[in-house]
């Protein structure tokens, strides 16, 4: 009975937790209600996750109405494990929350930040479960919204200005895809992607579609901070209270890409010719571009919490190249790496934050030796870093092992070079942080800082442990990424001629 | 009679040991005729051969030494010795 | 039936075990000195056991696997123990007992600081070095070379000074970053081509690529492995020579360079596979490679004042050795890579003892300071004598074996690149070396007799020693090397 | 008894009693280890019965340790008297480390006449080098030992790279007769060439002998390049090259010899030329003339020891060793005078010393094998050398000039080792048959027949009033002359210093523009470029900027 609702139910149960969550005004109630909201939700997902790898896309309609005129949400492959990461990410993000809001939210909003959490996790979770382009649309505005709002929240008066400027360049973002979509309702007459993807070969002048494609791909861009289009993320992920960043850094960009990868696969075709280049070829220069570039900018980071920023700006590049390279080995790297850098950049920015709130800071020069007061929040750290560079033994590995197959299988020696050079860049920044934390003399705030709550270190350990479980023992995410990569592969084949 | 100069100044003692030298070699020389040879590429096998490219030789082995010495030769010592 | 003690698997897991638990409990001994090293004592001990146990079980013909995880479909992580593998499991082996007890001396002697971090590191390290000498694939090999990159930083940077900081960054950038950009995407594209990562006797690629393929491939295996520190891949080695004696020890002897060139002699024959490479001439422009990092180190070293610095470029030289024999790539050669390996390992170990023992005793550095040396530390300068000869390659010093193997190659494959090579590289290393011991030896001394520390002693005569029982008994790595290509 | 026998080469003694001259330091026990060392190894030498030994196992070759025959004997007691003799003459010295390295050589030299295969041989000729290193390290001269340990380890990285090769070739390790035509037999020939002192590196005998001790240059003078000349036997009778390779070596060291100031440097160089003798003798390569060239290495091992026996005696009790500034010593040292005398007209071949008997049959296999050039020019050479050693050495630092008013008394041990010397030089030159029964087939050589007899005393006499008549040209000068050592002592250094100053100017050359370039990337860093790294800092306004740029491009590229 509850399984067949479950597809929606992933939505609602984390969007009802936070209508609970507000209306308790309660901060320890708040709390209590996220997590049994979140968990409920993690095993929906996971449930949904089971159903979709053993009998394959599940397709639920809202109402009961017929996709061509109601809501459909559809489960499947490639969507299942977005999910599945979301809800997990979610449970952690709470938890870990717990602790950090006490030192980084004013008391009177701490349930507010719940509340602002659970409806950023349905915002989220919804863009992943819709089969709807415009409720999609819609899902994103409620995630985006949540999110202005808990990056507000944090006590850094910058913070202020870092919400304010992703909600403007968010706002732009939005109605780019919202005109895309119009557009595509204009050609199709529907908004059902199912439907959309059957009645594409019937178009004939594909002009309003390319103009679709422009905006939704813009404005999609624009969500996942895809180079050059990643301004916003830095300031937003710094200044944002630690779990905030935490959870965003490992969702909403992924999410993000999650929804490019549908489009650009499903619908528009990722190998077609726009013009004298292909749409692979520009995400392909983007991508390495922002490998690069945004990987060189972070070495140059003095705050710690800018510089996994930036990485993230570098490591997102990977993922879309994976897209890009287009065949089943890069399309599972890109997935991959959707989950284990979530699972790493998750670690890594709990372990930040409980070091901040711990030692009053996030700056390098001031955390000098901060492993020999902090080694668990620093250890995690340290396995966090590593996995940015892809240090075997760690889930960067694994994922980065499948970008460069897939670049040898396209039989592009150099793109296997550069992506394994890019990063030799994260050796120089996480090398920075590694030496200044364990082999420096400790600083003065080092020395100072005091023990964390176990709250605050289960979630990052968890994390860090996961990331390693996954580099010994990659089984469960590559099954996962190589079916969703299956999956989007097998439908490109119906995309625009 | 004027006296000889240089290399050819020739001490009185020197000189009658070489005079005794040279009466010696003539009469190893004269015995040379006297015994059987046998020579293996003719002219060695002559009386007095011997006597003569062995002057000969000597001559030329000091001609060619204080030659070359004269070339190569440079005074004091090797620098890393 | 093998005549172990342990079974095969067993002996595998233990030897990833022990120096894992060793650092463990030194870390949770760090408070007390003493028990602290008698940990490292007794696990170099144990782990020496368990590995003799596994050798004669190798020896009897035995080649025990155990897989560790699996990782994805067709890339697992296990270990494979084959006689070359075997090989350096038993030089690394043998050689942390020897280091241990040497360290203790040097540590104490200096008073260096971080003395667990040393201790712990230095056992890691040694899990890495018997992780990747056991390794049974190339995705294995790879995970434990970055694990020995990663803990040998904090032993190069042991002295937190600036200039250590500096060696440090050289070293691991040098070292990740190789291994990344080259060795990786070769692991990688080798996977693409044959679809396995497994060793195989003989190797796997024949007939999967193309020659020139082959050759650029083999280049980045080579250039990967950066710690076979061929140039121009070779600055980290004299910069890391910051590091106090006893790591520089490790990196030369025990593990990280031996790591290197254990790699790609590996590759080489298990990879590759040595018909392969000889049938393709795939390997041919590596000779040359190799032949000018010999000549051209041993310029450097030759006119290196400083006694470690020169040490470091005698190791550069000796490891293109190796690597130009891999690169010759007949049975001959390999063999004499085999156990040049062995020879440098021990030898190469005894001149940095000595040289960590006339630094704890008279705090020179310089050669140019050695005067007279020999004739108050007689033990110290006597080893140092016997692993520089071993350097030349004179009997009856090990250095020898190796070289024999090579020159035959050389020689049977009428490269006589290699051969001259060989002959010019030789008296190069006997005129960086000799003046040092005459120096030593000759130069009036300038105080009274007065050696280093007993237990630095102690490990260098033994070590010297074994640099001599080698030659004369070189009975079984000459087996694991015979049988490493089937002859 | 035989079979352990058949084991034991003689060369242990030797090396044990290196090592028990290392271990009992002091006194008579040492003295007497180390002439008992010699002695047994004498023992030994005849007692190893003929053959080859049983094979040992190692690094997967066969080995024999030992194989001995009438060559291997002949050597053998060559080297075992002279050591004993040099231990004797050594007797007074008391330097261990002199000590136990001559006996250390002396075992390697055994060691390379006994040997069974090449591998053996090799070990023992590398722990020669590494012998004889010592001897000349323990004189006291680390500059000249170095350069005499790279010669070393040159000669011997050819050797063994020629080892390694023919190792590979049907043979192995089997010591049998090489051509030199493979790669590898030519580098084995080089190597042993080397040792031997043969162009282009012949200087390194004339710099590192004189360079050792009183004493350690008579062990110098006996092992290295005989054995060398033994393994030319061996492996290389007949070889063509020998014979112009020999010529050379003779007439340069004679040369040499003639205008050198230093007794030891001349007698070095003479090492040389005599090298050269039984290298033409090899390369003539008949059983006849290979017995010759062992029977005057033999010879060659007597006098050269007992000359530099005396040498070292006027430099121990004269501490001089340049003729210039010697003279008159007759009277004062007269065994040191005989020993000299004796020396040097063995050296020279005059008649009834050993000199004669083995010079006069490598002359009389040179005659049986119509090698004129070759005969021609080592009768001259053979006069030439009566010039030097049975001439101007004994009359410069003898008869001529200014004895000095008191020399150092020397020990009996001295003498008495010069006195066994000489009278082992005369009892061979009056019985020729000693000799023969060493190296059988030079017995049918005629040696002490009249006409043999008087053609070497013209030859002799000649030369000696050549010798009158010139006597003040060849009057000893202090002064060096250049010799092939020149290639390695100061062409490197001249390239290296060139080299030097060559990138000292290059680097003058680009430092500026380096220089440049390092700063202008610095100033000049393009602005957009640290932009785009800070891209932290952008303004809101700047990213909708790059949003609607995109999207217009994307719309723009797709319109067309």
């Known amino acids: 009975m509850i399984a067949a609702h479950l597809p929606v139910l992933v939505v609602l149960l984390p969007l009802f937790g936070g209508l609970l969550a507000a209306l308790s005004r309660h901060n320890e109630a708040a709390f209590w209600i996220a997590l049994v909201a979140s968990i409920a939700t993690l095993a929906a997902a996971a449930a949904l996750a089971g159903q979709v790898m053993a009998g394959g896309p599940i397709s639920y309609r809202i109402g009961g109405w017929d996709p061509a005129l109601g809501i459909e949400y559809r489960i499947d492959a490639v969507s299942a494990p977005i999910l599945l990461l979301?809800?997990?990410?979610?449970?952690?993000?709470?938890?870990?929350?717990?602790?950090?809001?006490?030192?980084?939210?004013?008391?009177?909003?701490?349930?507010?930040?719940?509340?602002?959490?659970?409806?950023?996790?349905?915002?989220?979770?919804?863009?992943?479960?819709?089969?709807?382009?415009?409720?999609?649309?819609?899902?994103?505005?409620?995630?985006?919204?949540?999110?202005?709002?808990?990056?507000?929240?944090?006590?850094?008066?910058?913070?202020?200005?870092?919400?304010?400027?992703?909600?403007?360049?968010?706002?732009?973002?939005?109605?780019?895809?919202?005109?895309?979509?119009?557009?595509?309702?204009?050609?199709?007459?529907?908004?059902?992607?199912?439907?959309?993807?059957?009645?594409?070969?019937?178009?004939?002048?594909?002009?309003?579609?390319?103009?679709?494609?422009?905006?939704?791909?813009?404005?999609?861009?624009?969500?996942?901070?895809?180079?050059?289009?990643?301004?916003?993320?830095?300031?937003?992920?710094?200044?944002?209270?630690?779990?905030?960043?935490?959870?965003?850094?490992?969702?909403?960009?992924?999410?993000?890409?999650?929804?490019?990868?549908?489009?650009?696969?499903?619908?528009?075709?990722?190998?077609?010719?726009?013009?004298?280049?292909?749409?692979?070829?520009?995400?392909?220069?983007?991508?390495?571009?922002?490998?690069?570039?945004?990987?060189?900018?972070?070495?140059?980071?003095?705050?710690?919490?800018?510089?996994?920023?930036?990485?993230?700006?570098?490591?997102?590049?990977?993922?879309?190249?994976?897209?890009?390279?287009?065949?089943?080995?890069?399309?599972?790297?890109?997935?991959?790496?959707?989950?284990?850098?979530?699972?790493?950049?998750?670690?890594?920015?709990?372990?930040?934050?409980?070091?901040?709130?711990?030692?009053?800071?996030?700056k390098l020069d001031e955390l000098a030796g901060i492993g020999r007061t902090m080694p668990v929040a620093a250890g995690a750290l340290t396995v966090a870093g590593l996995a940015l560079i892809g240090v075997p033994g760690t889930s960067g590995f694994v994922s980065k092992w499948y970008l460069v197959l897939g670049a040898i299988e396209a039989g592009r020696l150099w793109l296997a070079i550069l992506i394994v050079a890019s990063s030799v860049l994260a050796v120089l920044y996480v090398g920075r942080i590694l030496e200044v934390i364990w082999f420096r003399e400790p600083a003065k705030r080092s020395l100072e800082a005091q023990a964390v709550p176990l709250s605050l270190l289960a979630p990052t350990l968890v994390l860090a442990a996961l990331t390693i479980w996954f580099g010994l023992d990659a089984g469960f995410p590559v099954e996962l990424a190589s079916s969703a990569a299956k999956a989007l592969l097998g439908v490109s084949k119906g995309a625009l001629p | 009679m004027a006296t000889p100069r240089g290399i050819l100044a020739i001490e009185p003692r020197r000189r009658r040991v070489l005079a005794i030298a040279v009466v010696v070699l003539l009469v190893l020389v004269g015995v040379d005729f006297f015994v059987e040879h046998h020579g293996a590429f003719g002219i060695d096998g002559t009386p007095g051969f011997a006597a003569w490219y062995g002057f000969a030789s000597a001559v030329f082995f000091v001609a060619l030494a204080l030659g070359w010495a004269s070339l190569a030769a440079v005074r004091g010592g090797r620098r890393d010795d | 039936m093998t005549g172990m003690l342990l079974s095969g698997e067993a002996s595998l897991a233990l030897a990833l075990v022990i120096p894992a638990l060793a650092a463990l409990a030194i870390i949770a001994l760090a408070r007390h000195p003493n028990l602290r090293e008698a940990a490292t004592l007794v696990a170099a001990l144990a782990l020496f056991i368990v590995v003799v146990d596994l050798l004669t079980g190798v020896l009897a013909g035995a080649r025990p696997a155990l897989e560790l995880a699996h990782l994805a479909p067709g890339l697992s992580i296990a270990l494979h123990v084959d006689p070359l593998g075997m090989l350096f499991t038993a030089i690394a082996a043998t050689l942390w007992v020897a280091n241990s007890v040497y360290s203790i001396g040097y540590m104490r002697g200096n008073d260096e600081p971080r003395?667990?971090?040393?201790?712990?590191?230095?056992?890691?390290?040694?899990?890495?070095?018997?992780?990747?000498?056991?390794?049974?694939?190339?995705?294995?090999?790879?995970?434990?070379?970055?694990?020995?990159?990663?803990?040998?930083?904090?032993?190069?940077?042991?002295?937190?000074?600036?200039?250590?900081?500096?060696?440090?960054?050289?070293?691991?950038?040098?070292?990740?970053?190789?291994?990344?950009?080259?060795?990786?995407?070769?692991?990688?594209?080798?996977?693409?081509?044959?679809?396995?990562?497994?060793?195989?006797?003989?190797?796997?690629?024949?007939?999967?690529?193309?020659?020139?393929?082959?050759?650029?491939?083999?280049?980045?295996?080579?250039?990967?492995?950066?710690?076979?520190?061929?140039?121009?891949?070779?600055?980290?080695?004299?910069?890391?020579?910051?590091?106090?004696?006893?790591?520089?020890?490790?990196?030369?002897?025990?593990?990280?360079?031996?790591?290197?060139?254990?790699?790609?002699?590996?590759?080489?024959?298990?990879?590759?596979?040595?018909?392969?490479?000889?049938?393709?001439?795939?390997?041919?422009?590596?000779?040359?490679?190799?032949?000018?990092?010999?000549?051209?180190?041993?310029?450097?070293?030759?006119?290196?004042?400083?006694?470690?610095?020169?040490?470091?470029?005698?190791?550069?030289?000796?490891?293109?050795?190796?690597?130009?024999?891999?690169?010759?790539?007949?049975?001959?050669?390999?063999?004499?890579?085999?156990?040049?390996?062995?020879?440098?390992a021990v030898s190469k170990i005894t001149l940095f003892f000595a040289a960590g023992s006339v630094y704890t005793a008279?705090?020179?550095?310089?050669?140019?300071?050695?005067?007279?040396?020999?004739?108050?530390?007689?033990?110290?300068?006597?080893?140092?004598?016997?692993?520089?000869?071993?350097?030349?390659?004179?009997?009856?010093?090990?250095?020898?074996?190796?070289?024999?193997?090579?020159?035959?190659?050389?020689?049977?494959?009428?490269?006589?690149?290699?051969?001259?090579?060989?002959?010019?590289?030789?008296?190069?290393?006997?005129?960086?070396?000799?003046?040092?011991?005459?120096?030593?030896?000759?130069?009036?001394?300038?105080?009274?007799?007065?050696?280093?520390?007993?237990?630095?002693?102690?490990?260098?005569?033994?070590?010297?020693?074994?640099?001599?029982?080698?030659?004369?008994?070189?009975?079984?790595?000459?087996?694991?090397?015979?049988?490493?290509?089937?002859? | 008894m035989t079979d352990a026998l058949a084991a034991m080469s003689p060369a242990y003694p030797l090396i044990v009693g290196s090592l028990a001259v290392l271990l009992f330091r002091r006194g008579v026990v040492q003295d007497a280890l180390a002439l008992l060392a010699p002695l047994a190894a004498l023992a030994l030498v005849w007692l190893v019965p003929e053959g080859t030994s049983v094979p040992l196992q190692w690094l997967g070759l066969q080995l024999h340790p030992v194989a001995s025959d009438w060559l291997a004997r002949l050597f053998g007691t060559a080297f075992a008297l002279a050591a004993a003799a040099g231990v004797l003459f050594a007797l007074d010295r008391r330097s261990t480390m002199e000590r136990a390295a001559a006996l250390l050589y002396a075992g390697a030299a055994m060691g390379v006449a006994f040997a069974g295969d090449l591998a053996t041989l090799f070990v023992y000729w590398e722990l020669m080098a590494i012998g004889s290193t010592l001897v000349v390290l323990a004189g006291g001269a680390?500059?000249?030992?170095?350069?005499?340990?790279?010669?070393?380890?040159?000669?011997?990285?050819?050797?063994?790279?020629?080892?390694?090769?023919?190792?590979?070739?049907?043979?192995?390790?089997?010591?049998?007769?090489?051509?030199?035509?493979?790669?590898?037999?030519?580098?084995?020939?080089?190597?042993?060439?080397?040792?031997?002192?043969?162009?282009?590196?012949?200087?390194?005998?004339?710099?590192?002998?004189?360079?050792a001790s009183w004493s350690g240059a008579v062990f110098l003078s006996a092992f290295t390049t005989k054995a060398a000349v033994y393994v030319l036997i061996r492996l290389f009778p007949g070889e063509a090259v020998l014979v112009p390779i020999g010529l050379f070596m003779a007439i340069y060291a004679l040369v040499y010899a003639l205008i050198e100031n230093d007794i030891r440097r001349m007698l070095s160089y003479s090492i040389v030329g005599q090298v050269g003798f039984m290298l033409v003798a090899v390369g003539i390569g008949s059983e006849h003339a290979l017995a010759a060239a062992a029977a005057h290495a033999f010879v060659h091992i007597l006098y050269k020891s007992l000359l530099m026996m005396a040498a070292g005696a006027i430099l121990r009790a004269t501490g001089e060793i340049r003729l210039s500034a010697l003279g008159g010593l007759a009277k004062l040292m007269p065994v040191t005078a005989a020993a000299m005398v004796v020396g040097g007209f063995s050296l020279a071949a005059v008649p009834f010393t050993a000199g004669f008997v083995s010079k006069s049959a490598i002359m009389a296999a040179l005659a049986d094998d119509h090698a004129a050039l070759a005969w021609f020019l080592l009768t001259a050479v053979s006069a030439g050398s009566f010039l030097y050693a049975g001439l101007r050495l004994p009359f410069f630092a003898l008869v001529?000039?200014?004895?000095?008013?008191?020399?150092?008394?020397?020990?009996?041990?001295?003498?008495?080792?010069?006195?066994?010397?000489?009278?082992?030089?005369?009892?061979?030159?009056?019985?020729?048959?000693?000799?023969?029964?060493?190296?059988?087939?030079?017995?049918?050589?005629?040696?002490?027949?009249?006409?043999?007899?008087?053609?070497?005393?013209?030859?002799?006499?000649?030369?000696?009033?050549?010798?009158?008549?010139?006597?003040?040209l060849l009057a000893p000068k202090s002064r060096i002359t250049i010799d092939f050592d020149w290639l390695w002592r100061e062409l490197p250094a001249a390239v290296l210093g060139r080299l030097i100053r060559a990138r000292k100017q290059l680097q003058g050359f680009f430092e500026p523009v380096l220089t440049t370039a390092r700063s202008g990337i610095g100033e000049r860093f393009p602005v957009w470029a640290v932009r785009l790294l800070e891209a932290g800092n952008w303004r809101t306004g700047d990213i909708a900027l790059a949003a609607t740029a995109l999207l217009g491009l994307a719309l723009l590229v797709a319109a067309v």
Not at chain 1, 150 to 178: E, K, N
Not at chain 1, 285 to 306: E, G, T, W
Not at chain 3, 452 to 472: E, H, N, Q, R, S
Not at chain 4, 149 to 178: D, K, Q, S, T
């Open chain 1, 86 to 362: 979301v809800a997990a990410m979610g449970v952690a993000a709470i938890v870990y929350a717990r602790r950090s809001v006490t030192v980084e939210i004013i008391p009177e909003r701490v349930a507010w930040y719940y509340t602002m959490m659970l409806i950023c996790l349905a915002g989220l979770l919804g863009m992943a479960a819709s089969g709807d382009a415009f409720n999609i649309f819609v899902f994103l505005e409620i995630s985006s919204l949540s999110t202005y709002t808990l990056i507000a929240l944090g006590r850094d008066r910058r913070a202020l200005l870092a919400a304010y400027q992703y909600l403007i360049v968010g706002t732009i973002g939005a109605t780019f895809y919202v005109i895309g979509v119009g557009l595509l309702y204009l050609s199709t007459g529907t908004l059902n992607f199912g439907l959309i993807v059957e009645r594409l070969p019937e178009i004939t002048s594909p002009r309003a579609l390319i103009a679709a494609e422009a905006f939704i791909v813009v404005g999609i861009a624009l969500k996942l901070a895809l180079f050059p289009l990643h301004a916003w993320l830095p300031n937003a992920y710094a200044y944002a209270p630690s779990s905030a960043t935490a959870l965003l850094a490992s969702t909403a960009t992924k999410v993000a890409v999650y929804l490019l990868a549908r489009y650009l696969f499903a619908v528009f075709g990722i190998q077609r010719s726009v013009g004298p280049i292909s749409v692979a070829d520009a995400l392909m220069a983007l991508s390495l571009l922002a490998m690069f570039a945004a990987s060189l900018a972070a070495i140059f980071q003095n705050d710690i919490k800018r510089l996994l920023a930036f990485s993230s700006v570098a490591q997102i590049g990977y993922i879309t190249l994976g897209l890009a390279i287009a065949n089943e080995a890069g399309v599972t790297g890109a997935f991959l790496h959707i989950m284990n850098h979530a699972l790493m950049k998750g670690a890594a920015f709990m372990a930040i934050g409980a070091i901040l709130i711990s030692a009053g800071s996030s």
């Open chain 4, 142 to 211: 680390s500059q000249a030992a170095l350069r005499y340990a790279l010669m070393h380890v040159f000669g011997g990285i050819l050797f063994f790279a020629g080892l390694g090769i023919v190792a590979a070739e049907p043979g192995g390790l089997a010591l049998r007769v090489f051509q030199a035509g493979s790669p590898g037999s030519w580098l084995l020939l080089a190597g042993i060439l080397v040792n031997a002192g043969a162009p282009p590196v012949s200087a390194w005998v004339a710099d590192a002998y004189p360079r």
């Open chain 3, 115 to 344: 003395q667990t971090t040393f201790y712990a590191c230095f056992a890691i390290a040694i899990f890495a070095t018997m992780g990747l000498a056991l390794a049974g694939n190339l995705l294995t090999l790879f995970l434990f070379y970055e694990i020995l990159s990663l803990s040998t930083y904090p032993l190069v940077t042991l002295k937190r000074s600036r200039e250590a900081m500096r060696a440090g960054r050289i070293y691991l950038l040098t070292l990740i970053g190789a291994s990344m950009i080259l060795l990786l995407p070769a692991i990688i594209w080798t996977y693409a081509i044959s679809g396995t990562l497994d060793f195989a006797p003989g190797g796997f690629l024949a007939g999967r690529v193309g020659p020139e393929a082959m050759a650029v491939l083999l280049g980045l295996y080579v250039f990967g492995a950066a710690k076979a520190a061929v140039m121009p891949l070779h600055r980290w080695l004299p910069n890391a020579m910051v590091a106090p004696t006893p790591v520089s020890a490790l990196l030369h002897a025990v593990a990280v360079v031996k790591a290197g060139v254990f790699t790609i002699l590996k590759v080489v024959v298990s990879v590759f596979g040595i018909e392969t490479l000889q049938t393709t001439g795939s390997s041919a422009w590596l000779v040359y490679v190799a032949g000018f990092t010999i000549i051209a180190a041993s310029f450097v070293a030759l006119s290196a004042d400083d006694l470690k610095r020169r040490l470091a470029y005698s190791t550069v030289s000796q490891l293109s050795y190796i690597v130009m024999a891999a690169a010759l790539a007949t049975p001959l050669a390999v063999i004499g890579a085999a156990l040049h390996i062995a020879a440098h």
């Open chain 4, 400 to 472: 001529n000039g200014k004895a000095p008013d008191t020399v150092a008394p020397l020990p009996v041990s001295m003498k008495l080792a010069m006195l066994v010397m000489a009278a082992f030089n005369l009892a061979i030159g009056f019985s020729p048959a000693l000799l023969a029964r060493l190296a059988p087939p030079i017995g049918a050589v005629k040696v002490l027949s009249a006409d043999h007899i008087l053609f070497q005393l013209q030859l002799i006499v000649a030369a000696g009033i050549c010798f009158g008549v010139l006597l003040k």
């Open chain 3, 362 to 487: 008279e705090h020179v550095t310089k050669v140019s300071a050695m005067d007279g040396i020999g004739r108050r530390m007689p033990w110290t300068m006597a080893a140092f004598t016997i692993g520089a000869l071993s350097m030349i390659g004179l009997p009856p010093t090990a250095g020898f074996l190796g070289k024999w193997f090579m020159l035959g190659a050389a020689g049977g494959a009428a490269n006589w690149f290699a051969v001259g090579v060989i002959i010019v590289s030789t008296v190069l290393n006997a005129a960086y070396f000799l003046p040092i011991i005459f120096r030593a030896f000759m130069k009036p001394a300038n105080g009274p007799v007065r050696e280093a520390p007993l237990a630095m002693v102690v490990a260098l005569t033994a070590t010297a020693a074994g640099t001599i029982l080698l030659f004369l008994l070189p009975d079984i790595p000459l087996r694991l090397a015979r049988a490493m290509v089937g002859v």
